[in-house]
Nanobody, 126 residues
Framework: QVQLVETGGGLVQPGGSLRLSCVVS????????MAWFRQAPGKEREFVAA???????YYNDSVKGRFTISRDNAKDTMYLQMNSLKPEDTAVYHC????????????????????WGQGTQVTVSS
């Protein structure tokens, strides 16, 4: 059974930083892509960032320059460093992974991912 567990969410003031982690367990093969999505109340799940196994990264324009995605393949762990946080970044953040067959043109589509974490709440407020 593949499991993804996110940690690192919390309450932070505007302009602050948080680092999210996503640990993958129970894997028998490596994912090609891992990604972060977020969902605010009353809104659809939104792509935040993705990272390919070779290290290539992809970002939503709204977080480019503020967020950095990274992964440690040896530890099956992915990270999201979030700087200069804004109130509009408030959401539940979920990590996701594929089975190894996802193609680049589909990485922004949540339905393209096979495994999901339960999410961690990020609240940006003064």
């Amino acid at each position: 059974q593949v499991q993804l567990v996110e940690t690192g969410g919390g309450l932070v003031q505007p302009g602050g930083s948080l680092r999210l982690s996503c640990v993958v367990s129970g894997r028998t093969s490596s994912s090609r892509f891992m990604a972060w999505f977020r969902q605010a109340p009353g809104k659809e799940r939104e792509f935040v960032a993705a990272i390919k196994r070779d290290g290539n990264t992809y970002y939503n324009d709204s977080v480019k320059g503020r967020f950095t995605i990274s992964r440690d393949n040896a530890k099956d762990t992915m990270y999201l460093q979030m700087n200069s946080l804004k109130p509009e970044d408030t959401a539940v953040y979920h990590c996701a992974a594929d089975r190894g067959q996802l193609i680049t043109s589909s990485i922004r589509r949540s339905v393209a991912y096979d495994y999901w974490g339960q999410g961690t709440q990020v609240t940006v407020s003064s």
